[in-house]
């Protein structure tokens, strides 16, 4: 029951001509096609809205074969992802503001939603996404009406839900090498005058893409994952909504397919590490790689079905249209596992080995109140979070190195949040808007860690008997958070808005969780404080042309107190604050060249810095981690009609600058620049009832690197995890009862 945006001319898609309908097309050629979002939690067209937002519809996903939430950087402007295990493990840069370390009781400064449920552990992020209306990113802090870690944005994922007034359904199949497998379908109906379900369904499967060289090893690469989601819409009275959703997924890996190459400290004086690079020769493992141009592994550890994650979520949804304003209820509780092995080293040498099991619930709770009167837009409410992360076993192998023995931590962080929240919208005159928010946050939290030595079995990762216990810590925290917004938009025609912002964002303060004990950290460095963003942006965004072209642009400087600045040192890690700046550009430029035809490009670039991290007595400013300067990506598509349809030819080009995936910023942590070709031909019916697909992604077999850990001080060696390869195929989709 949620108020309906003021008519608007035109709405965004990200890619508007992707969704442009065929022969069913826009109501007017040459016009970008409407799409309405929540990004206030309201319905708005996104021209209207003064925050940097890319949207995606459904049939945009579709069309990008975007099956994984992560998927989407590569098509937003200052986005990028982080994360480790070879991959397997995800979660979003926005504008330089990441968080990537890997162990599981960490949140993200980016929050991800999926249906308003906020997803606690960081390592779900990745998920699987199926039978999706749309997706939002919203770029810098939304702290205020997304709570709490929205510090650098927000990526909110949209269901599709099931209608009063008809049924629908579809079935999309899709097949290529490697074996990949993608089924995904759906059926919605209406059961009653009042009441509608809908189901729907995924099934993704892929076979090895890494060979393992190692006699014996198994081959890496593959997954195989399902997810399931039930719908209930029920219109209680005309006035009251109530929607109820309920998912279940479950995802098989294999253990994370990294590849070793050799690398070695750069020493000072003092026998410190001041930088570590890339050799040719041997070092402590050798080298599996020496070309470089295989994608080949020697893992002595390795398993093609050892990784498993799951996840299971209840949402439900209470909407209640008062005379002067609207009330709205989210109730939403999650459970996340993950067992996750590599082998460390990469190597066919036992080295180390290392496993990660996490289990994690959390409940949110949510009542939002929105009205508006002459000038007036009104948004409060109330926000409570309770999360319980319980690592039950994290486990660092170290062989023979250390005689047989095993270091095995465990670890619990209880978290307890509640917030109020407030924005205004006020109209100073027909064109320009004031927008004021402000949030305040009593978060508490409660930490308990236990580090023990165990003895060997002589199987990796196989516990034997405890020989002692090797470090305890137990703490607690208690504070008080603020985040806001302070905005003037400005409307210089009905096709163009200017707006200038202030956000703070604030993500809490948390505790790290030393591996292996890490005697280096002290018990003073465990716990870690808050960060702050103050956040300036000037934005601009226009349509032109009589709607055939839109062209968005910002300009940001983000100054940061307290940065949670992440380092893996030799085998622990470590988050400390450290202050930041970032300073960014970004743009897009979606245009109807021709009918039929459009154009899409984006670009962004980003200057990062951390100021004063020492690393091995050498303090230094340092770039942050997984932030390319500079990337661009272009979309051009040309749909035929034909007299039983329209054919579609969609080429993209998507660049991606230099990063580095360590803040320690050495030689050896510099991913290059990497440039991937996508190519896509369709035919789609004339009534839109199914549609023919092929594909055919990163067409010159670019050979890129994604992550990658640093280990010269402990193997001589650095592991990297790379893309995809080639990859081909074709897809079918038919929707019915429509």
Known sequence: MIRQPKPSRLALALIPGLVAGGVAGPATAQTLEEVVITAQKREQSVQDVGISVSAFT??????????????????????????????????????????????????????????????????????TMFDVDRVEVLKGPQGTLFGRNATGGAVSIITRKPSLDEADGY????????????????????????????????????????????????????????????????????????????????????????QSRSTRNILDGNGLPVNSIEVNEPTLIGTIDPDGEDMDLLH????????????????????????????????????YEKELYIDADATEVYLFNTLALVDVDSFTQEFRFYGESDGFRWTTGFYYLYIDNVVPKTGLDLGPIAGGVLAQDEYELETTSSSLFAQLEYDLSESLTLVGGLRATREEKE??????????????????????????????????????????????????????????????????????????????????????????????KSDFLEG??????????????????????????????????????????????AEGFTLFLAGSYLDTEVSDVTLSGVTADRETAFTPETSVTAIARYELPLASGALGFQGE???????????????????????????????????DRWELNAFLENLSDERYATFGFDLSGSCGCSETAYGMPRTYGVGFRYNFLQ
């Open 653 to 687: 080009v998507i660049y991606t600058g230099d990063f580095y995936y360590s803040l320690s910023n050495f030689d050896s942590t510099e991913v290059p620049a990497y440039t991937l070709g996508n190519l896509r031909l369709d035919y789609r019916s004339a009534n």
């Open 58 to 127: 459904g049939k945009t996903l579709d069309r990008l074969e975007l099956s994984s939430a992560t998927e989407i950087s590569a098509y937003v402007p200052g986005v990028h992802v982080s994360g480790s295990y070879a991959g397997q493990f995800q979660t979003f840069t926005i504008r330089g503001v990441t968080q990537n370390d890997f162990l599981d009781h960490t949140e993200a400064p980016n929050a991800v939603y999926v249906d308003d449920g906020y997803l606690a552990a960081m390592n779900s992020q990745v998920l």
């Open 548 to 593: 055939r072209m839109r062209f968005n642009a910002s300009a940001f400087f983000y100054d940061y107190n307290d940065y949670q600045a992440f380092q893996l040192i030799g085998l622990t890690t470590q988050v400390e604050n450290k202050d930041a700046e970032v300073f960014g550009l970004e743009a897009e430029l979606t245009a109807e060249i």
């Open 171 to 258: 079935v999309d199949l899709s097949y290529g090498n490697y074996d990949a497998l993608r089924a995904e379908a759906a059926y919605s109906t209406p059961v009653s005058e009042n009441v509608a379900i809908r189901f729907a369904g995924v099934y993704d499967s892929l076979d090895s893409v890494f060979d393992n060289r190692f006699p014996g090893g198994e081959d890496l690469g593959n997954r195989d994952v399902w997810g399931v989601r039930g719908h209930l819409l029920a219109r209680l009275t005309d006035d009251v909504e109530l929607w109820l959703s309920a998912t279940v997924s479950e995802g098989t890996y294999s253990s994370g397919p990294y």
């Open 447 to 540: 930490f308990d860690y236990r580090s023990g030595i165990f003895l060997g079995t002589g199987s990796p990762l196989v516990t034997g008997p405890l020989l002692f216990t090797a470090r305890t810590y137990s703490g607690d925290t208690d504070d008080t958070l603020i985040a806001g917004k302070l905005q003037l938009d400005w409307r210089l025609s009905d096709e163009t808005l200017v707006y200038l912002s202030y956000n703070r964002g604030i993500k809490a303060g948390s505790f790290n969780a030393p591996f292996g004990g890490g005697a280096e950290i002290t018990d003073d460095k465990i716990p870690y404080d808050e960060e702050v963003l103050n956040a300036y942006e000037v934005g601009l």
């Open 300 to 335: 002595d550890f390795s398993g093609d079905d050892v990784n498993e994650t799951e996840l299971q979520s209840i949402t439900g949804r209470l909407d209640w249209s008062f005379e002067n304003f609207d009330f709205t209820s989210i109730t939403d509780f999650r459970h």
